[in-house]
């Protein structure tokens, strides 16, 4: 089993900048990528940012130049920075991991909102 901590959302201004941390723990292993999806009232739930184990990236394109995933091996941590945060990125963010073997875990999630 693998659990998946998020922390950092909060309420910020538009313009402002926000760091998301998700911190997997249990049986890490053959992982083949971590995300970040989001969902906002009413709208479906979208991939955000996503990077495999080999270190590729994938992002939105309403977030490519804004948003910046990384991760810390040693920590078992993936960060979503986000910069230039805009009044349409509110959502709650969930972290996700997926493994070789295609079973995936999610995150509880945590609320980012900003404010106009």
């Known amino acids: 089993q693998v659990q998946l901590v998020e922390s950092g959302g909060g309420l910020v201004q538009a313009g402002g900048s926000l760091r998301l941390s998700c911190a997997a723990s249990?049986?890490?292993?053959?992982?083949?990528?971590m995300g970040w999806y989001r969902q906002a009232p009413g709208k479906q739930r979208e991939l955000v940012a996503s990077?495999?184990?080999?270190?590729?990236?994938n992002y939105a394109s309403s977030v490519k130049g804004r948003f910046t995933i990384s991760r810390a091996n040693a920590k078992n941590t993936v960060y979503l920075q986000m910069n230039s945060l805009k009044p349409e990125d509110t959502a709650v963010y969930r972290c996700?991991?997926?493994?070789?073997?295609?079973?995936?875990?999610w995150g509880q999630g945590t609320q980012v909102t900003v404010s106009s």
């Open positions: 996700h991991l997926d493994r070789l073997s295609g079973n995936d875990y």
């Open positions: 249990g049986s890490i292993f053959s992982i083949n990528a």
């Open positions: 990077i495999t184990s080999s270190g590729s990236t």
